[in-house]
């Protein structure tokens, strides 16, 4: 696995990695006049300092010598450097790095052979490099024995070097971690490295070649995507990698990875480029060092407390506590969407294992694209890409290629970026030009408030909006130019632009993959179709993102189960002129729609969600509906895997075979259910059912009841809207054995014009998707039969 993820992360390298990124540094460098001219003085004293004690060193043994005759002073007497060798040296008698030994380490690495190839010397050097920076910063801030200003820190190493940090996945070793500490720590190493407060991890290579520099890139993205799933706090992440002297600070955005140009300390000029990143990260802000200020920790009761944006609130906020993360950002790219269990009631003891708190709310928290009418053609928009992955949606044995990233061109997520004034009213935009997800759940909770028999089905809202970092009247909304905003126009046009959301909602639900059986899932299912035709009816609204991920359970205290649709980020508002047709790709890969994965120029339906059920049936029969019932064999090699690992051509070229005829569809996917979970053929029958209302119905065209263009679908008998579906499952499905011959189809020869199926039944969306609600109903109701028995 660690093999094909290095793969993952050399591509991701090339993909999302922007070079020469001259503001990357500037980044790092406080926002406030006052607190920026303070850096400024820090980083012409420390950078004195430190050359004129290599200066004076030379080497390591005219270092001792100019130690024993106390010649360590600079030709204006500003800076006392045998005064502070000294001082330091008696103050940190037993530290591992005395101030003498971080000179020496230092002076080595920025005098370092230029033909060296050994990487392991760089990681003791550089720390000694940061370390002898972070001591400075303290003495400077420092007056008759007090700290100035104990607002600011320090940036101070691990202790550990090539060591697998505690809050892996995996067995990955890092080279060097840096943790971001308070000014009055003491400058020493720090203890065993732990992702869990890890500031920034450090790659190094034993030389600046190409090859090497991509390489440390590769494993400093494998080994930052860690720092996200640990860090509930942490909104995009600083990195660094050394190749040889050569050094390069890189920013994580949502989408993209931004490095600084190359930053050479053997020379006086890149010192004071290193200096001014290690001063900057010390007296910045927390927000520029990524961490988010609407979020902190209670660390004597036990509990974190997040702000959630609510408009009628006093403070502009509402206030939840929380004590669990039930989803974590789990991929380096993406959303990086993150969920907590939590109340509104404020704890008053201790938070622990036996006195947890009561939870009643969910929390979101996100990053979605920016655009004004990102849907509509002349905006130019692009979509929104989903879930970072499933995570636990997968059993073990279906994880060993990863989480299943939801797929979306780069390119079409780039927009222009919104200037201030647009982002000064995005409060007061109109719901239906901005992509926002609390809109739609604004909307749906309007439209749905006065059906009680829907309570419990959809998402309520009880508080939610952009989210943004400051404090009292200092407050700036959370976005892209929060993380990166000083890109040329290039660079910006290639960057999307994001947003921070965050919002609270109701009922709390549970995995789908916690259902007990086969009939507990096709109520589930049910519940959950049943609400989406009624948000659509109601609504216009197109959910484009029904995966194993976004299906929730909710169990009552009865024992009744019931279905909930969450995770409306693709959700598509069809109301809004020219949003019914999106040419985009967006969605969870092996579930999307074929138009979503063609990016077909045709009118989106609740027939695409239908047909995403359909798949997520297939997929769940297939490979297992929970950890209990896994597929027993070699997953790798089924026909239905590709839809996880092809490319978008591979993926939809498969899906339009397999769905093609009743024949190859029954051989490349029926066939390979996992019939054991499955005894009483629920599962296999609803594929079975809703394949044929899809693609056999028999309001299409007899020459449109197939999956491929101008196929005459030979073997397809016409669906019958009024027959009863259910029959089938116990009397004509019985799986026969595989025929190699009758699933080898051949793609007809003929005009380009030949109907489409998949625009063809677009004509008779309404009466196809009655259809389909009417098979899935009498499947719900052999299913509650079966649970009565």
Not at 242 to 253: E, H, K, P, R
Not at 422 to 444: C, F, G, Q, T, Y
Not at 483 to 505: K, N
Request: hydrophobic content about 40%; aromatic content about 6%.
């Amino acid at each position: 696995m660690i093999g094909l993820r290095n793969n993952d992360m050399v591509r991701e390298v090339e993909e999302r990695l922007v070079e020469d990124v001259e503001c990357v540094v500037d980044q790092a460098q406080p926002t406030d006049a006052q607190t920026a001219q303070l850096a400024g003085r820090l980083v012409d004293s420390v950078s004195a300092s430190m050359e004129a004690l290599f200066a004076a060193a030379g080497t390591v043994a005219e270092a001792e010598a100019a130690r024993s005759s106390g010649q360590l002073l600079s030709e204006d007497g500003r800076v006392a450097a045998a005064e502070v060798l000294a001082a330091a040296a008696a103050a940190a008698a037993g530290v591992e790095f005395p101030l003498t030994a971080m000179v020496n380490a230092a002076l080595q690495w920025i005098q370092r052979p230029a033909d060296a190839t050994t990487e392991r010397p760089i990681y003791t050097q550089m720390s000694a490099f940061v370390l002898l920076v972070a001591h400075l910063i303290q003495r400077e801030l420092t007056k008759d024995g007090e700290l100035i200003d104990r607002s600011k820190q320090l940036i101070l190493p691990f202790r550990k070097v090539d060591t697998n940090p505690t809050g892996a996945d995996d067995g990955t070793r890092i080279d060097v971690g840096l943790r971001c500490c308070s000014l009055s720590s003491r400058v020493e190493a720090q203890v065993d490295p732990d992702y869990l407060s890890m500031f920034a991890v450090v790659e190094a290579k034993g030389q600046a070649t190409k090859a090497n520099t991509m390489d440390a890139y590769a494993q400093l993205f494998d080994y930052t995507r860690n720092m996200y799933y640990n860090q509930l706090r942490l909104r995009f992440a600083w990195g660094l990698i050394c190749c040889g002297s050569v050094v390069n600070a890189c920013i994580f955005g949502n989408y993209k990875a931004y490095a600084s140009p190359n930053i050479d300390v053997m020379g006086a000029e890149g010192r004071h480029e290193f200096i001014r990143l290690l001063v900057g990260w010390s007296v910045c802000g927390v927000r520029q060092l990524g961490q988010d200020e609407s979020i902190d920790y209670d660390a004597e009761l036990g509990y974190y407390r997040i702000k959630v944006p609510d408009s009628d609130a006093p403070d502009g906020y509402k206030v939840y506590y929380t004590d669990t993360m039930v989803m974590g950002a789990e991929r380096l790219f993406g959303r990086h969407c993150r969920c907590f269990k939590a109340t509104a009631t404020k704890p008053t003891e201790k938070v622990t294992k036996d006195n947890p708190l009561k939870h009643t709310v969910i929390i979101k928290d996100s990053w979605t694209v920016f655009g004004t009418a990102p849907d509509t053609p002349e905006a130019g928009g692009g979509g929104e890409p989903a879930s970072d992955g499933l995570g636990d949606g997968l059993g073990d044995a279906q994880q060993q290629v990863g989480g299943m990233a939801r797929g979306i061109p780069q390119s079409s997520l780039a927009t222009a970026w919104p200037t201030e004034q647009d982002l000064a009213n995005v409060d007061r935009v109109d719901p239906s030009l901005l992509r926002s997800e609390v809109a739609l759940l604004r909307k749906i909770g309007d439209a749905l408030e006065q059906h009680e028999e829907l309570d419990g089905l959809y998402p309520r809202l009880e508080a939610g909006g952009w989210v943004r970092q400051g404090l009292g009247d200092d407050l700036v909304l959370d976005s892209t130019r929060e993380m990166i905003g000083g890109l040329s126009d290039e660079q910006q046009r290639d960057t999307p632009f994001c947003l921070h959301v965050r919002y609270a909602m109701t009922p709390i639900g549970t995995p789908l993959r916690e259902v007990e059986s086969v009939p507990e899932l096709i109520l589930v299912l049910y519940d959950v179709m049943q609400c989406y035709m009624f948000i659509h009816r109601e609504c216009g609204i197109l959910h484009r993102d029904i995966s194993d991920n976004n299906i929730m359970l909710v169990r009552s205290a009865t024992g009744r189960i019931r279905g909930l649709l969450i995770d409306f980020d693709c959700a598509l508002d069809t109301l809004v002129k020219g949003r019914a047709v999106r040419p985009e790709r967006t969605g969870t890969f092996p579930f999307m729609s074929v138009a979503n994965l063609e990016e077909l120029q045709i009118e989106r339906t609740p027939l695409d969600d239908w047909e995403l059920l359909l798949y997520l049936v297939c997929w769940l029969g297939t490979f297992g509906i929970n950890s209990k019932n896994e597929h027993p064999g070699d997953i790798s090699n089924l026909d239905i895997h590709k839809w996880l690992t092809g490319d978008p051509v591979d993926i939809v070229s498969r899906k339009r075979f397999a769905m093609d005829t009743s024949c190859t569809f029954e051989n490349g996917i029926l066939m390979s259910f996992h019939h054991e979970q499955d005894k009483d053929r629920l599962l296999y029958g609803l594929a079975q059912a809703l394949h044929r209302k899809l693609f056999m119905n028999d309001k299409l065209d007899s020459k449109c009841h197939s999956a491929l263009k101008g196929n005459p679908g030979a073997d397809n008998a016409s669906d019958d809207d009024d027959a009863d579906d259910s029959d089938d499952v116990f009397t004509k499905l019985r799986p026969r054995k595989h025929n190699p011959e009758a699933s080898t189809h051949t793609m007809p020869q003929g005009s380009e014009a030949a109907a489409d199926p998949f625009a063809e039944r677009n004509n008779h969306a309404k009466v196809i998707s009655r259809g389909l609600m009417g098979v899935l109903k009498r499947y719900a109701e052999m299913a509650l039969g079966c649970l009565n028995e």
